[in-house]
């Protein structure tokens, strides 16, 4: 009896340790992986999502594993958002609208005039004053921000040609799902209509849209040069991409996490060197096969931002005008 209840107690205590090790017993084991989704597909999204990945196996010596979902795998991009939410996903890479619906405050990094080029916008994204705020804005959601990249100047591609603001009038403009940009093109007289990226090339094939409001990469991507070719930049005007994660899931890294958190910011650095080259490529790509690139006249351009930057903070809440506060100060220090 003595004995039995010696082996209880060892077996009981035996238990009490290795629950006691918790999340911190974890971080050294070779079990850990991470699923990486995004709905692009040779992008900037799956570019940055290869970095991080060879940075996060070297640097974990094989405890994490990173397995990359490009190409809408996983899913649409709302249900892979859900996912990092209830911890299915580890990370998710979209634009920053279509995380508008899970937190309104990502509308800041919609706002034109903060970003003036790539590389300004790569500083802009970098600031550490900027990530901070970035990394709050979805802390009660049970995600953060892990990376903020530039992706590329807005364009819209139109069957007749887009060379004053005055043309935009009566347009039907797809646009993605972010509140604020479908105010915005309403404010300059187009009729925007929501519509996910999958939908748009027989849309505008048909007939049943005039123009679509993407960023410039995706034109040349898709080859939608062989529908028009006409492209016009809007004036500071960019797609931030951004990479979301559990955050419960970065906790139970335990020591590991601060590596995954330096992984990321070099995986940044690498990726928006990328980023600027693709944008380069991407218009070279798109005047070779007959595309014009249109630029509004400085009139017009002037015009453009009197509208749409005080139409964006009339949508803006406080939090997220907070947001923007902090974003244009970095847009000033790197001007």
């Known amino acids: 009896m003595e004995i039995s209840r010696r082996l209880l107690l060892q077996t009981l205590s035996g238990a009490a340790c290795v629950g006691g090790l918790g999340f911190a017993g974890r971080a050294w084991a070779e079990e850990f992986t991470m699923k990486l989704t995004s709905t692009a597909s040779a992008d900037l999204d799956t570019e940055w999502m290869e970095l991080f990945k060879k940075g996060v196996e070297a640097g974990s010596a094989g405890k994490i594993k990173v397995n990359l979902y490009p190409a809408s795998q996983l899913g649409s991009s709302q249900t892979t958002i859900e996912g990092v939410t209830m911890g299915t996903v580890e990370l998710a890479i979209n634009a920053s609208g279509l995380y508008e619906g899970l937190e309104p405050r990502f509308a800041a990094l919609s706002v034109p005039g903060v970003i003036t080029s790539m590389g300004q916008g790569a500083k802009v994204l970098a600031d550490p004053d900027v990530r901070k705020r970035l990394g709050l804005i979805a802390k009660e959601k049970g995600v953060e921000v892990v990376t903020a990249l530039a992706h590329s100047p807005v364009g819209i591609v139109s069957r007749k040609p887009i060379a004053s603001l005055a043309d935009l009038k009566g347009m039907k403009i797809r646009v993605p799902g972010s509140a604020l940009v479908i105010a915005q093109l309403k404010d300059l007289g187009a009729s925007p209509i929501a519509m996910s990226l999958g939908e748009v090339l027989p849309a505008f094939q048909n007939g049943t849209i005039d123009g679509v409001y993407a960023g410039s990469t995706i034109f040349s991507a898709l080859k939608y040069y062989d529908i028009s070719k006409n492209m016009t930049l809007l004036p500071s005007t960019f797609i931030v991409i951004v990479g979301l994660v559990n955050t419960d899931f970065m906790t139970s890294l335990g020591p590991l996490e601060a590596m995954v958190r330096a992984e990321a910011a070099k995986a940044d650095v690498e990726s928006a060197v990328w980023g600027e080259s693709d944008v380069a490529n991407g218009r ?15 009139a017009d351009a002037k015009q453009y931002l009197d509208i749409v930057v005080p139409t964006a903070l009339r949508n803006l809440g406080a939090a997220a005008k907070a947001d923007y506060d ?9 001007a």
Request: proline content about 4%.
């Open 326 to 334: 902090v974003l244009k100060t970095a847009s000033a220090k790197y």
């Open 284 to 298: 070279a790509a798109w005047e070779k096969n007959g595309g014009q690139v249109l630029m509004l006249p400085a």
